[in-house]
Each structure stands twice: as C-alpha cells, then as structure tokens.
C-alpha cells in the first residue's frame, strides 16, 4: 500500500485533488485508517487513475468519469469514446478557422476584420494591345462616380462600342490623380483612342471589398519595375454592369454583394 504522499509523487496528482477526487465520490483510496484517517492506494489504483487522468485529458467532465469507472463496460466506454471523437474534431475544425484568422490579422491587420477577401498568388502573361477611351480626373471618393459618368459620356459622344471590363490606373501623379479606361471596338471617330499596348505584367486575382485591395499591392510590389510603374486595376465584376443599353444613363449595380467583387491588380514587370 502507497500513503496519498506517496502515491500522490508518483502519478503526478496533487494530494489536494485526491482529497477532492475522494470528496465527491469519483476516485476512492483503497483503505481508510478509521485511527488517524491516514488513506492509502493498492497498485490497482495506479490503472484506475491512469484511465481517470486520460478521460480528463479527453475532456470529459467528473460526472461523466464517474459513470464510466463505475460502470466498466467496454461497449459504453466506446460508445462515449466515439462521441468525444466527433465533438473534438469539430472543437479542431474551429480551432484551425480561429487560427486561420489570428494569421490574416497577423498579416492584413485591421482589414481582417471584416469578411475575409481572397487575394491569388502572383501570376505573369503577356496581353495583346487593347483599344481604349479614357477620362483623368482627381483621384477621391466624391469624383469616382462624376469620372465614370464621364467615361461613358465620351465613348457614347464617339459613338464607340463598348467591351471588356473598366480600368484604372494610377499614374505617378497618384494620389492626386487616376485615369479610368474603357476598352471599345468600333468607332465613328477614332481620334480618342488611345493604344494600351501589350505588355508583360505581374498580376494578382482580388475576390472582396476594393477597400482591402493593399494584399494584391503587397504582392506586386516586388515585380515593379521602378515606383514609377502605374498599377493598373480591371474590374472584372464589381458595381459597373457587364450588359450596358444605354452609355449616358449607367447605373451601379446595388443588388451584388461587395465582398464578391473580382479584381485584376497588375503591374508591368
């Protein structure tokens, strides 16, 4: 026989939870001195708090320890056991999801916060000269929508046939400048073309908010042939829509959540 001192050093459990444990009913000594209360453990208590300390590892609550070494039977014990797999594999699942957002807000910061965008790994391709009308104006939130009407006040005074997506670029004047393009087909008067010629570029796919963009930014960075290389981005779904009947009366589209919009990022390389 082992006094709890004894078996305490040996299992690792404090003499305070045997007490506890004794207390409430859940692992019992083997023999109580009724003279000095002295309590004692045979070797098969070794094997009984050995299942006890697991099933605690394994989440199980007193409670429910206690019916199962009360118990004994392989069939609950299994049954329990298969139970408990289940519930830590879905307590796993979102442990790697609370990870899996720690390393965003590691990454992106504040931006994080919100729903989570997905910016692609870099990519290169080399594009094919695009015929484009184009609009420059002041590069701030309020004149967005007066640059765009703008856009489509000059391909529709052109009478140009509007195709492909809506670009930006930030020229080297950015901040205080951007210039929005449209690529466009036929035209009655061809002296506002203007050639984007094809060039070898690094671009980044951007799936979310066009507040989030910096990822797609930080990625590209490293491919810039100089700080004075524009970034360019194409819209590729976001609030211009893609069927246009009428060039002097376009509308955003307000039904399209924001964090599913599509952006191109790129930059020549």
């Known amino acids: 026989m082992y006094t709890i001192g004894q078996f305490s050093e040996l ?37 009984e708090i050995d299942k006890l300390k697991i099933l605690r590892k394994l989440g199980f609550s007193l409670e429910e320890i206690t019916e199962i070494l009360s118990k004994n039977t392989n069939e609950k014990l299994k049954s329990l056991l298969s139970d408990r797999k289940i519930r830590l594999l879905k307590e796993k699942e979102n442990l790697d999801s609370a990870l899996s957002t720690l390393n965003d807000l590691f990454e992106h910061g504040e931006n994080a916060l919100g729903r989570p965008a997905k910016c692609s790994e870099v990519n290169i391709e080399v594009t094919t000269s695009k015929r484009v009308i184009g609009v420059e104006g002041e590069a701030n939130f309020n004149n967005t929508d007066k640059l765009i009407r703008r856009l489509f006040e000059r391909i529709y005074s052109y009478n140009c046939t509007p195709k492909g997506n809506m670009m930006r670029i930030f020229s080297s ?19 506002a073309i203007e050639i984007l010629k094809g060039e070898k570029y690094a671009f980044v796919l951007f799936k979310g908010l066009y507040s989030d963009l910096d990822c797609a930014y930080k990625k590209l960075e490293q491919f810039r042939l100089s700080n004075d290389e524009p970034f360019i981005e194409e819209y590729i779904k976001g609030i211009i829509p893609k069927k246009i009947d009428d060039l002097l009366c376009v509308k955003p589209l307000m039904n399209i959540d924001p964090h599913t919009f599509l952006t191109k990022v790129m930059v020549k390389c």
């Open 11 to 47: 299992t690792g459990v404090s003499i305070r939870t045997l007490r506890y444990y004794e207390k409430i009913n859940v692992f019992l000594p083997s023999y109580v001195n009724s003279k000095n209360n002295y309590r004692y453990y045979g070797y098969d208590k070794f094997s």
């Open 173 to 191: 004047e950015y901040p205080k400048r951007v210039k929005l393009l449209y690529e466009v087909e036929d035209c009655d008067d061809n002296s």
